[in-house]
């Protein structure tokens, strides 16, 4: 979470707002992030007491306590169903869950590189079942009418300048 905050948020670890935490917890966590199953239901409340956490130490910004607990209690719903759901999964994590359901232990050095050595070895249509949600978001993204080199839209682009700007400011306050 204060990964994401870091290289996403600004780099403004402690100062967090309700429209943060969907951009975190539906779009951020679902696509990057690889947990067994059963660890998504604790998500959630892990995320609030990072924030109470915060709160403790007073290094909490943004808003209230409170009403990034009720935003987190209003996302729960929506995050557990696209944390689980393989159409909002990345690439890597889409390949890491599919690890998962076959056994393997992506601590394993050796065994994920069996795992990858037999998954190249998978007729086409196998391999894109495993990661199609994130091929095609990602060859949408090169194909949009809009984007520029590398499949960036402008918005993006703009976006992500702001963000190396704020962390380059960041690393200069310390």
Known sequence: MLE????????RLGRW????LPEFLLDYFPRKVSVHDET??????CVVALLGFLEQRQSLSGEPLDMLEHACEELRHDFRARAADPSSWGLAKSMVMRMFAEGIDPNDFDA???????FNERPTAERDAIIGGASKRMLAQFQSPTA??????????????????????????H
């Open 112 to 118: 994920v590189e069996r795992w990858t050595t037999s």
């Open 17 to 20: 707002t309700c429209d943060d």
């Open 148 to 173: 520029g080199p590398r499949g960036k839209t402008p918005a993006r682009q703009a976006r992500r300048k702001s963000e190396r700007a704020a962390r380059k400011r960041n690393r200069r306050s």
């Open 4 to 11: 994401w905050k870091g290289y996403y948020g600004y780099g």
């Open 40 to 45: 998504l239901d604790d998500v959630v409340d």
